[in-house]
């Protein structure tokens, strides 16, 4: 039986594999190349390198200012996500579970903000910023972030509240729990894994964003990664030991909770686009 | 229903409440935006000056006719094979190919294919441009050591391939992303099925188009919105690998956006092209989204 499986398998494996090895290699470069001198980089782009050099990293993280595009986006990861699936909750519920008149109207009208891009209301939000003078600061990248993610969230958060059991909402309302207790106290430790899948996707949306950072941010010392890692390659596009560092402090942090979550993220970014 | 009934002595606007702090946060930075993106749409206006000159569908009427538009919208018509086509293809192929039997270890590989949708466009753009650096790149140093000299090219700085080259990273971040969708769906079919098309005397190619694609309108769906919106909102890829350039080689909307509204301060036309993007990413998802429900009916 079990050499009937490896034999019908064994094709399988190899095109899987040699998808696989398509996706690796270049991520496998990459990683190689951070750690090399320039005349190693000439070499060859997959040979290994001599000795595990950490000069790229640390020229990023000091001289690139790595360190504080590092600061500046985790600040704004962290309390994005925190906001997010705070808010995101609260809306859910209310879609979901509560009486509330408007709810007809107002659900396709938070949902509007999950599909269209950030180029939609850049201009706006550019000029905004400047009027109330947030550009430079935290809150230029926070609000707008938060902005767009309530609107998945709430999508997500609100499929999840129309499937949580009904007798369980029943007998907190029985027990004299008030409709916040029946939130945190009943339905918020069942939300537990849809929650943190949305803190994942909340995580890696805010992280990787580009666009709104590049344009609500001015100063140097106030972008985050990504903007970050696009203007030192404008500048070192030829050194590429120093790029490979810089893309992997990057990627470092986002990979790391993908490794720990990947069921989370693949079931997000699959799921998604179906429920509404 | 019965959950969203009134608890005893509960107003009746009690969800507003709940609501009220998102939705404030939501309207403001974003729906009050779009709003005003599309009212921009019809002025000229340079962004610095204090009075704009309402032009009606001037703006509009321009984009019929200008090369730069035109041109920026067809490659992201272009994209959507490379984001799109291209990865579904490989997708369907491979599901067909592995799907009917549970694989062992498919958590590993799905793992490993999904990584590209992970990472920041910034970092994929940048490994690319490495790759694809003529002198010590990956490609070209690769085409050499099997002895295709002659296939080596500058390929991000050639008017006719730098749109493909960009294209093709994005099939990179794509087709892991559409193989472990359709695997998942196939998983999902009844072996019966396929075993009774079997003594049917039905081949390979009939269950395919019989029983697998039917089967699969629901991953479909997925991966036609995710994917095809990639391909139009397409921005942070071409800002890190060519800035549309050579020429406007791989010009696209959202850089074109990006460009005209904070490097050349036409706001009332960057504003009409946003517009256009906007209505046509919604436009294309709720097609997409009336195919895929009407195949669950």
Redesign the interface.
């Known amino acids: 039986m079990r050499g009937r ?1 490896w034999k ?2 064994i094709p ?2 190899v ?3 040699l ?2 090895l ?6 496998i ?2 990683v190689f ?1 951070a750690f090399k001198t320039d005349a190693e ?2 070499k ?3 040979t290994l390198p001599s000795q595990l050099r950490l000069d790229a990293f640390k020229e990023a993280w000091t001289t690139g200012r790595f360190n504080l595009f590092f600061r500046n986006s985790v600040v704004v990861t962290v309390v994005v996500v925190i906001a997010s699936v705070f ?2 909750t ?2 859910g ?9 408007g ?1 007809k109207v ?1 659900y396709p ?2 949902l ?2 999950y ?3 950030f ?10 910023m400047n009027r109330i003078d947030l550009v430079d600061t935290y809150w230029a990248l926070i ?2 972030q ?3 993610s ?2 998945f969230g ?1 999508l997500w958060m609100t499929s999840f509240f129309r499937t949580a059991p ?1 007798e369980l ?1 029943d007998a907190a ?1 029985i027990d004299g729990c008030n ?1 916040w207790q029946a939130l945190w106290r009943v339905l918020w430790p069942l939300a537990r894994p849809a929650v943190l899948t949305l803190v994942v996707l909340v995580f ?1 949306w805010t ?2 964003e ?2 709104l950072a ?2 609500l941010v001015q100063k140097e010392t106030m972008r985050t ?3 970050g ?2 203007f030192f ?1 404008g500048r070192y ?1 030829a050194n ?1 030991p120093l ?2 560092a ?2 992997l402090i ?2 470092g942090p ?2 790391l909770v ?2 720990l979550f ?1 069921r989370h ?2 079931r997000g ?2 799921g998604g ?2 429920k ?1 | 229903m ?6 005893p002595g ?7 409440f ?2 009220l ?3 404030l ?2 309207l ?7 709003l ?2 599309i009212r ?1 749409s019809f002025y000229k206006w340079n ?1 610095f000056s204090n009075t704009r000159e309402f032009i009606q569908l001037d703006n509009y009427a321009k984009l019929v006719h200008d090369a730069q538009f035109l041109k920026a919208l067809g490659n992201n018509f272009i994209f959507i094979i490379f984001y799109s086509l291209i990865p579904i293809l ?1 997708g369907l192929f ?1 599901a067909t ?2 799907g009917r ?1 549970p ?2 270890g498919l ?1 590993f ?15 994929v753009g ?6 694809f ?1 003529p ?4 490609l070209n ?2 085409l050499r050591a099997v002895g295709l000299d002659n296939l080596t090219r500058a390929w991000l700085g050639d008017f006719q391939l730098a749109l493909p080259s960009v294209g093709m990273v994005g099939t ?1 971040v794509m ?3 559409c ?3 359709f695997l ?1 769906g196939m998983q999902r079919i009844p072996e019966d099925q396929f075993e009774a098309a079997e003594l049917d005397g039905a081949n390979g190619f009939r269950q395919f188009f019989h029983i697998t694609l039917p089967s699969l309108r ?1 991953e479909m ?2 991966a036609l ?2 994917t095809v ?1 990639a391909a ?2 397409v ?2 890829l071409v ?2 690998t060519t800035r549309g350039g050579p020429g406007d080689s791989t010009l696209v ?2 850089f074109l ?2 460009r005209s ?2 490097q050349q301060n036409q ?1 009332g036309y ?2 009409a092209i ?2 256009i ?2 209505v046509l ?2 436009v294309i ?1 709720l097609l997409i ?1 009336r195919f ?1 429900s009407r195949g669950e009916e």
Do not use: C
């Not at chain 2, 509960?10 to 507003?16: A, I």
């Not at chain 2, 403001?28 to 779009?34: A, G, N, S, T």
């Not at chain 2, 002198?135 to 990956?138: A, K, S």
């Open positions: 499986y019908r398998a399988n494996y095109v899987l594999s998808f696989l398509l996706v690796f290699i270049p991520i470069g990459l190349s980089v000439v060859g782009p997959l808010l995101s609260l809306m519920y209310a879609f979901a579970l509560l009486p509330m008149p709810k107002l009208l938070v509007l903000g599909m269209v891009p180029e939609a209301v850049i201009i706006p939000l550019y000029h905004m609000l707008p938060v902005g767009l309530v609107s709430t009904r909402i309302a409709r890696m992280w990787n580009f666009l590049l344009v990664l990504p903007v890692l696009a390659q596009s590429i790029m490979a810089g893309s990057v990627a986002i990979l993908y490794i990947q993220f693949i970014m699959l686009a179906v509404g | 019965d959950h969203q009934q009134r608890w509960e107003s009746r606007y009690k969800g507003w709940y609501l702090p998102g939705l946060i939501y403001v930075f974003i729906f009050i935006p779009i005003e993106t921009n962004g490989i491979l190919l592995l039997k694989i062992r958590t590989f799905r793992t490993g294919l999904f990584l590209p949708q992970i990472l920041s466009m910034v970092v940048v490994t690319w441009r490495w790759i650096n002198t010590f790149g990956l140093t690769g990179w087709y892991g992303f193989m472990v969708l998942a629901a769906g997925v919105i995710t919106i139009l909102r921005f942070d800002y890190v909307t959202g956006v990006y509204a904070f706001l960057a504003s946003a517009t993007m906007t990413i919604l998802s989204l895929q």
